[in-house]
T-cell receptor, first 114, second 115 residues
């Protein structure tokens, strides 16, 4: 069965370190997204991609970067981790079409910056 | 830019009762899609129901139905015969049409079903 997986599920890192969260999907979807979930804010969009070599900033992109070198993967990098980036991170993918198809989500990564 | 508002941070209801979760949104788009996602304690995001804006008929999925009022920009979720497994966070989400497919979420409603 097709799926979308995130790794690691949990991570603790120190302030100032570079951290990369992995996202891999086997749906062959063109669209991929990274969100962060914080209490009182719901899910907020960090970065997204509509295809290989395409990346776009979301509403909370400062301090984060992504790259899309193939269809399956969209890694999220925190260039210099800050305590404000402690959060639960979700990766999602969806088909690139007009049919309003649903987005499929990974299991989430809980990141703690100490 | 689109915004999605969920004005009920928390709700609780007795098992077997009916509960309605509210969602309003703001957009200048004419063609778009609306979703309700459920997030149980496992943290997994699960699609509950979707609505296409061009369809006047309200979507239904078993015990779940929506009341879609396009002019009022309102999209509420009704859960009938609530079950303990319905306990979860519920998020309302908006997606514009082809070419602008990112989801915009509300802040969520924590629903607790009381035995």
């Amino acid at each position: 069965d097709a799926e979308i997986t995130q790794s690691p599920r949990h991570k603790i890192t120190e302030t100032g370190r570079q951290v990369t969260l992995a996202c891999h999907q086997t749906w062959n979807h063109n669209n991929m997204f990274w969100y962060r979930q914080d209490l009182g804010h719901g899910l907020r969009l960090i970065h997204y991609s509509y295809g290989v070599q395409d990346t776009n900033k979301g509403e909370v992109s400062d301090g984060y970067s992504v790259s899309r070198s193939n269809t399956e993967d969209l890694p999220l990098t925190l260039e210099s981790a800050a305590s404000s980036q402690t959060s639960v991170y979700f990766c999602a993918s969806s088909e690139h079409e007009s049919g309003g198809t649903e987005a499929f989500f990974g299991q989430g990564t809980r990141l703690t910056v100490v | 830019a689109q915004t999605v508002t969920q004005s009920q941070p928390e709700m609780s209801v007795q098992e077997a009762e009916t509960v309605t979760l509210s969602c309003t949104y703001d957009t200048s788009e004419n063609n778009y899609y609306l979703f309700w996602y459920k997030q149980p304690p496992s943290r997994q995001m699960i699609l509950v129901i979707r609505q296409e804006a061009y369809k006047q008929q309200n979507a239904t999925e078993n015990r779940f139905s929506v009341n879609f009022q396009k002019a009022a920009k309102s999209f509420s979720l009704k859960i009938s015969d609530s079950q303990l497994g319905d306990t979860a966070m519920y998020f309302c989400a908006f997606r514009a049409s082809f070419g602008n497919e990112k989801l915009t979420f509300g802040t969520g409603t924590r629903l607790t079903i009381i035995p």
